[in-house]
């Protein structure tokens, strides 16, 4: 299941801090367990709920990254999310971390056939789980050599006429040029190169590394005021409701629907 879910009921004390409205479609993971798999896309069903700035969120350019996509990146890439987590009183994952972190980028036709690919395995794998309930170790290690090739080309054939990732890579950043002509978003940092030592595998013919800071924007706008803990009109995430593959609806708070702050 790669959607942020419902999670299990659990009370919590009073809380205060800032809180910022999430969108459906959007990338979200919470920094303290980013690497134990606490991260997902957000479903129609929590647009416009609200999460707190230790759950960062990114918009994806799905013209040229499908949401799916990185979602299956990260689940065959998340053991290796450890070795950038750094120590403060938790191990943790911060945003600017994420924008250094190199992607492998088919072309979008390539990314369909590879969710294809991932959830046709992944069907299989819940027909077998259910009739060899033993077996889950062993499932366990193929979903994540099958996540392994997903991410390296190998699932799906290579075909020569599609267009390479670099032209539509190229027309990415006339856009964002544009934008920063108009003024209409900020000149971004610029990111590193990315050297080959620190590739970790030769990718397919029309394929390209990117930094994913190239594809993903953090939100951190529309800051709410202090939430209370009568029903109103907007629903509000906090990072604890964030964990184990799913979203607590209890224990929310709410923000009017006309606020000052949105």
Known sequence: MWWVEKRSNRNDKEWWTK???????????WQQNFHKWAFGI???ELDWFESSNDLPTFDINQSVCDAKYLYYFFAGFYTELEKIAKWVWSKRIYPEQIYSIEINLPTLEQQKLIINKIEQFKYEELEYTVKVNESMLLIKSLRQSILSDAIQGKLIPQDPTDEPTSELLKKIQAEKEQL???????KPKPLAPIRD??????LPEGWEWVRLGEVLKLQEYWSSEKAWTNNLDIPMLRMWNIQNWAIDYK????????????
């Open 19 to 29: 809180y910022y409205i999430r969108k459906q479609w959007q990338f979200i993971y």
């Open 42 to 44: 957000i479903p129609e």
């Open 180 to 186: 920063i002509a108009e003024k209409k978003i900020k």
């Open 197 to 202: 030592e620190e590739k970790p595998f030769v």
């Open 251 to 262: 224990d929310l708070k709410y923000l009017p629907l006309y606020s000052n702050d949105l």
